[in-house]
């Protein structure tokens, strides 16, 4: 969210990233800029056109496609009970109850399902899941690509 | 596979990838080219998962998701050197992170203007993906899923949209959503529940958002009209986003950029839309601003 991410240190993959050698190993053209981890250009002329996704939604959840919306339950910016209550307005009927699923024999966080789409928490997790929670990030995404059980 | 673009030797890497991986340029729309980084499956890439991975923002780098969260590598603090992620979600599929849109970390415009949208960002994912599959034919066969953090939160599900929608034919399952904006008035309005049940605010600044916010027992915290209520949802917001807390992450240091980086002000500026620092917002503060430096 926006072109400095709050409270995150991204110098080391920035002194890297800008390295000539790292450049040319990337095929990066010689006249860009040096890289940064977000855009003032692009944040700051950005056009929001969507207050909800629900419309969004629905139309591909009809058409069979699976999905998965996952929080890490510590985060402030896009925090978990907004969009469980997303996912909730959805309308579409609970198919099973709402419940913990374990990692490494721990309660990892929280689930439930509506058909094809998952609601799922990670628990203590902030914003950047795979970062703060990278062997249950790791076991979810497995379970979400492989349709299997959490 | 593109050979032009594949990636064989990278400064700072000790260790011998058991993967393949390409780094090159995917054509966005006339003069828009996105930068991409596709690295394959640990296991069987053949038969593994495909998977687009798009950090939000809008306007950061999907390379931060590489780099510093499901990557194959991760940036040693010197700056320098690479070490493995034994978590990386490359162990079980093929993933490509995308710089998107143009404008964005080493992706480009050859007319330099980078004022998007959401609609324009999907069209030019959407073409992305085609060039992507026009360089790696074999991969059209593998299931293809379309993962989106924050504001890719909009991102995934506006391209998914056009994927299952669209001409090009891909094997396409679903999409996901990491910490996602899904709704701007749950995200703002939820926020300040969690604030409270989080102990964030004291039992003042609860009763008098309860008194001015609700009615009959519904609660407006995210475009109510009254001036009361709009101070102090103000006030709820200053404490979550400007007091010093991590607001990625409640219980983590606050590390790195100081808060008060002009693009952290602008940080936030997607959240709370509706609500504009109030002229008199240190009345209800009754402070100064946060000496938390």
């Not at chain 1, 509506?114 to 062997?135: C, D, E, R, S």
């Not at chain 2, 970390?105 to 998007?116: A, E, F, Q, V």
């Not at chain 2, 039992?203 to 475009?223: A, R, V």
């Amino acid at each position: 969210l926006g072109e400095v991410p709050p409270c995150i240190n991204s110098t080391a993959q920035m002194n890297w990233l800008n390295r000539g050698d790292v450049r040319k190993a990337l095929h990066i053209p010689d006249m860009l800029p040096p890289w940064d981890i977000c855009s003032d250009d692009v944040g700051g002329n950005y056009t929001t056109q969507y207050q909800t996704m629900k419309d969004v939604y629905l139309k591909l959840l009809s058409m069979g496609l699976r999905a998965l919306v996952y929080n890490g339950d510590t985060d402030m910016a896009c925090n978990f009970l907004g969009d469980q209550w997303f996912v909730e307005d959805l309308g579409i009927k609970a198919t099973t109850k709402y419940q913990s699923w374990i990692h490494d024999d721990q309660i990892a966080g929280f689930y439930q399902q509506y058909g094809n789409i998952t609601f799922l928490t990670v628990k203590g997790a902030g914003h950047m899941v795979p970062q703060w929670a990278p062997g249950p990030a790791f076991h979810m995404f497995q379970s979400f690509i492989t349709n299997g059980p959490y | 596979q593109y050979v032009p673009d594949e990636t064989t030797h990278l400064p700072g890497m000790m260790f011998k990838p058991n993967y393949r991986q390409w780094s090159g340029y995917l054509r966005a729309g006339p003069g828009r080219f996105l930068h991409y980084w596709f690295v394959t499956s640990q296991s069987d890439p053949l038969k593994d998962p495909l998977v687009l991975w798009l950090n939000g923002g809008p306007g950061c780098s999907s390379l931060d998701g590489f780099l510093s969260e499901n990557g194959p590598f991760h940036v040693n603090d010197n700056g320098a050197t690479l070490y493995e992620n034994k978590f990386s979600w490359n162990k079980i599929a093929n993933v490509l992170y995308l710089e998107s849109p143009a404008g964005v970390g080493y992706s480009y415009s050859d007319d330099l203007n980078y004022k998007t949208n959401d609609n324009q960002v999907a069209a030019d994912n959407y073409a992305a993906l085609q060039s992507f599959f026009n360089k790696f034919p074999n991969f059209t066969q593998n299931e293809f899923f379309i993962f989106g953090e924050s504001y890719g939160g909009i991102y995934a599900p506006t391209l998914s949209l056009l994927v299952a929608t669209g001409p090009a034919k891909f094997n396409f399952k679903g999409f996901a959503v990491g910490n996602g904006i899904s709704s701007f008035a749950l995200n703002d309005q939820t926020l300040i529940y969690f604030g409270y049940y989080h102990g964030l605010f004291g039992e003042d600044l609860w009763h008098d958002l309860n008194k001015n916010c609700c009615e009959k027992g519904t609660c407006n915290f995210y475009n109510s009209t009254s001036e009361d209520c709009k101070e102090l949802v103000y006030e709820a917001f200053d404490t979550v986003y400007e007091s010093g807390l991590n607001a990625y992450a409640l219980y983590l240091d606050c590390e790195g950029h100081s808060r008060f980086h002009r693009g952290y002000e602008r940080t936030m500026t997607h959240l709370f839309k509706n609500y504009r620092k109030p002229q008199q917002s240190h009345k209800f503060l009754n402070r100064g601003p946060s000496s938390v430096s």
